[in-house]
């Protein structure tokens, strides 16, 4: 199976900063890789596919690169509506495996 | 686009349990469906999916052989059919519209319920 490790874990920042979160893959998964956003309570959303085509309606301040192992997502200035888990996730090959989440954290 | 999932509870370690999800706002029979859970404290994990026309489905080990994804295109529902459930089965589930095919090959999950929750104990 491929397995999926974000870092950091979780980190904390401000209203406006810019902010990336890391995604390596246990091995090469091309481009297949989408991203998520977790609220508790809510239904997950997607934010990004394919590692760098934002989803319909989502703000243009999302942004993913990468491809191979090493991906990013990264939020150019956080707003307050985005603090969440973010998490992503591979479709190489099956299974289907996720990462294990980043927590944003208010500063 | 609406998903709703239904039939989470309290069960005992091995007995079963079959969750359904009600879809609306989009073409159901022409869509991948998948199952994705997340225990407390934990990630999401990926359980299944299911293809547009039922002929291919898809498990993550630590389910297949007690676990069966199903769809009724007709009444635009999924179901899982979950057996011999253990603790650690104990997890939020969450239905969601795979999305596979849609724009590109490429299994990523575009819209999802709010999910049900599972909870196996004695």
């Known amino acids: 199976d491929i397995q999926m490790t974000q870092s950091p874990p979780s980190l904390s920042a401000s209203v406006g900063d810019r902010v990336t979160i890391t995604c390596r893959a246990s091995q090469s998964i091309s481009t297949y890789l989408n991203w998520y956003q977790l609220k508790p309570g809510k239904a997950p959303k997607l934010l990004i596919y394919s590692a760098s085509t934002l989803q319909s309606g989502v703000p243009s301040r999302f942004s993913g690169s990468g491809s191979g192992t090493d991906f990013t997502l990264t939020i150019s200035s956080l707003q307050p509506e985005d603090y969440a888990t973010y998490s992503c996730q591979h479709s190489y090959s099956a299974p289907i495996t996720f990462g294990q989440g980043t927590r944003l954290e208010i500063k | 686009v609406q998903l709703v999932e239904s039939g989470g509870g309290l069960v005992k370690p091995g007995g079963s349990l079959r969750l359904s999800c009600s879809a609306s706002?989009?073409?159901?029979?022409?869509?991948?469906m998948g199952w994705i859970r997340q225990a407390p404290g934990k990630g999401l994990e990926w359980v299944a999916y299911i293809s547009s026309g039922k002929s291919y489905t898809n498990y993550a080990d630590s389910v297949k052989g007690r676990f069966t994804i199903s769809r009724d295109n007709a009444q635009n529902s999924m179901y899982l059919q979950m057996n011999s459930l253990r603790a650690e089965d104990t997890a939020v589930y969450y239905c969601?519209?795979?999305?596979?095919?849609?724009?590109?090959?490429?299994?990523?999950?575009?819209?999802w319920g709010q999910g049900t929750l599972v909870t196996v104990s004695s």
């Open positions: 969601a519209r795979d999305a596979f095919g849609v724009v590109i090959m490429n299994h990523y999950f575009d819209h």
């Open positions: 706002g989009f073409s159901f029979s022409d869509s991948f």
